[in-house]
């Protein structure tokens, strides 16, 4: 989950003269910064003119020396590097954080923190990224404590997605369960944040295999999200009893609720959950021992895999189960094509890369599969 949709800022002279030409032209300075905002969302897609209106916004804030419109600008040109390339994402977001702290704005520098944050989980980074998180909520609890909850829960996120510690994050996801409960948890303003942290506890305690209290919160979840019409989340908690009842070996009734769940998450390009929804389906094709159903369905978590470059550890089963598949085949080119990519999603998740590295070469073989790969490919 991406942190509030603010913006980014950049230092003037890093802006193209023709750019600067065509504010002048235009004088679209005149504007106000809401106006120019605005505008930039408007043209989401369209790079040319958002880098015209954010230009304008710069140039603007500049004028005024208005050092909190400086850090906005700076937000975002950081967004235009959000999937291109992070180190620059993450320069410009420093300087939003240069320009906004003391401001007592109220997302910022807060929000700067939670997206730099999130480059560093990209990076593999963890451990830089939770002390980002902290000085995001040591500036949030201080000027916005709703923002505060935000960032309460993206740690949440971090901790049970990324690091493995469930109970930790489940302290931390009931924290903010007890907030949003004494407010208006069904208005427009706090339901779908509700609705979320519903779905971390949830979440939470499927991954501590507490299979009654997962049910519970799924169905507390289902209930609030069609009360709400939220159908995204409505069907985000039928996948996730899915995979609930995959943990209690009911895969029938595991494979009707990822079925009517999985569809949506497509249709919402809820890209993280649609290979979840793949994962658990291999997973209950595999408790029926339907072993080609359940390969076809882990090969879809690679192929996401391969586009997205994100995965958590949870989803990483498919791997082992996908290379004696391929070896029970005999079957010696996708059995290591399944192994390099395994090995390569385990180092990159810094857990357990080595014992596996030395598990996987007295298991499969690994240098005598490359060689007769190679004098296959030769001969």
Do not use: W
């Amino acid at each position: 989950m991406a942190p509030y949709n603010f913006f980014k800022t950049l230092l003037l002279f890093l802006f193209p003269v023709f750019l600067l030409a065509q504010v002048a032209k235009k004088d679209l300075t005149k504007m106000s910064y809401n106006e120019l905002h605005d505008l930039y969302f408007d043209n989401v897609g369209n790079p040319k003119k958002q880098i015209l209106y954010t230009n304008a916004y710069m140039t603007k804030a500049v004028r005024e020396n208005n050092k909190i419109r400086i850090a906005k600008a700076n937000y975002q040109i950081a967004l235009f590097y959000y999937k291109s390339d992070s180190n620059k994402a993450i320069q410009y977001l420093d300087s939003v954080i240069k320009y906004s702290k003391g401001s007592n704005d109220k997302f910022f520098p807060a929000a700067a923190y939670c997206e730099k944050a999130e480059f560093l989980k990209y990076k593999f980074e963890f451990k830089e990224a939770m002390v980002n998180y902290k000085l995001a909520e040591k500036n949030a609890i201080q000027t916005n404590i709703d923002y505060y909850y935000v960032v309460r829960e993206y740690i949440g996120i971090t901790k049970s997605e990324d690091l493995g510690e469930y109970e930790e994050a489940l302290e931390i996801y009931k924290e903010c369960y007890k907030y949003y409960k004494a407010k208006d948890f069904r208005s427009e303003k706090y339901a779908q944040d509700y609705q979320s942290i519903i779905f971390g506890i949830a979440d939470c305690h499927k991954s501590l295999l507490h299979i009654d209290s997962t049910a519970y919160y799924n169905k507390i979840g289902y209930n609030e999200s069609k009360i709400t019409k939220n159908g995204e989340y409505q069907y985000l908690f039928v996948l996730n009893q899915g995979a609930n009842e995959v943990l209690k070996k009911n895969y029938n009734a595991a494979l009707d609720s990822i079925n009517k769940a999985l569809p949506k998450m497509i249709e919402y390009k809820n890209i993280g959950n649609v290979l979840a929804g793949y994962y658990y389906l291999g997973k209950a094709y595999e408790g029926l021992n339907k072993n080609e159903k359940s390969a076809e369905n882990f090969i879809k978590v690679d192929s996401i895999y391969k586009i997205t470059k994100e995965i958590s550890a949870e989803f990483t089963d498919g791997y082992p189960y996908l290379i004696t598949y391929y070896k029970n085949l005999g079957d010696k080119e996708n059995q290591l094509k399944y192994i390099t990519a395994y090995m390569s999603i385990d180092s990159s998740l810094q857990k357990n890369y080595k014992e596996l590295n030395k598990l996987i070469h007295k298991e499969y073989d690994v240098p005598r599969l490359i060689s007769e790969k190679e004098s296959h490919h030769y001969s």
